[in-house]
T-cell receptor, first 112, second 112 residues
Framework: EDQVTQSPEALRLQEGESSSLNCSYTVSGLRGLFWYRQDPGKGPEFLFTLYSAGEEKEKERLKATLTKKESFLHITAPKPEDSATYLC?????????????FGKGTHLIIQP | NAGVTQTPKFQVLKTGQSMTLQCAQD?????MSWYRQDPGMGLRLIHY???????DQGEVPNGYNVSRSTTEDFPLRLLSAAPSQTSVYFCASRSGGWETQYFGPGTRLLVL
């Protein structure tokens, strides 16, 4: 069974305090790993897609990396507006439904 | 462009009642899907469509029906609501690439 596990469940940082969120996965045939941001009361918003181990992508203060077993979302010098829930999801091969398998998310709070 | 719109934003139902959650997109996207999000769980795929007239089941389809008569609309029907269907429902659409997937703002459903 495909599994996506995110840690920590919640993280509270001071403004400017860099850290990383983890997404570990156990899937049969990874066809893509996705990071989304979700603000309270809103739908997820796409951030990054990673397809192969060693791949990295950056956007402002966020950087996503991928290994064969996990992905990290590094946040550098975060600001209060980076507070949100960050979701990791995978797309797997082998047929089945046309959808993503999501982790439970990491709730990130950046305190001024 | 309104993107993906969902109505209603919030609904309260009694057990056994039926209702339709509406989803529309104005981006001419072929692919549309419905997810539900429950506390402590990741988003789970209910049903999806790869084009007008074509629908299929996702991970948790029981108790829900869908149809896709037009490219723009993808309604989700609850035939006989149950308390276990209390959740936040998100509709999503995309063109070919997963990077183009957009989520709607969600419908919060409470079944008493």
């Amino acid at each position: 069974e495909d599994q996506v596990t995110q840690s920590p469940e919640a993280l509270r940082l001071q403004e400017g305090e860099s850290s990383s969120l983890n997404c570990s996965y156990t899937v049969s045939g990874l066809r893509g790993l996705f990071w989304y941001r979700q603000d309270p009361g809103k739908g997820p918003e796409f951030l990054f897609t990673l397809y192969s181990a060693g791949e990295e992508k950056e956007k402002e203060r966020l950087k996503a990396t991928l290994t064969k077993k996990e992905s990290f979302l590094h946040i550098t010098a975060p600001k209060p507006e980076d507070s949100a829930t960050y979701l990791c999801a995978v797309r797997v091969s082998g047929g089945g439904a046309d959808g993503l398998t999501f982790g439970k998310g990491t709730h990130l709070i950046i305190q001024p | 462009n309104a993107g993906v719109t969902q109505t209603p934003k919030f609904q309260v139902l009694k057990t056994g009642q039926s209702m339709t959650l509406q989803c529309a997109q104005d981006m001419n996207h072929e692919y549309m899907s419905w997810y539900r999000q429950d506390p402590g769980m990741g988003l789970r795929l209910i049903h999806y469509s790869v084009g007008a007239g074509i629908t299929d089941q996702g991970e948790v389809p029981n108790g829900y029906n869908v149809s896709r008569s037009t490219t723009e609309d993808f309604p989700l029907r609850l035939l006989s609501a149950a308390p276990s269907q209390t959740s936040v429902y998100f509709c999503a659409s995309r063109s070919g690439g997963w990077e183009t997937q957009y989520f709607g703002p969600g419908t919060r459903l409470l079944v008493l």
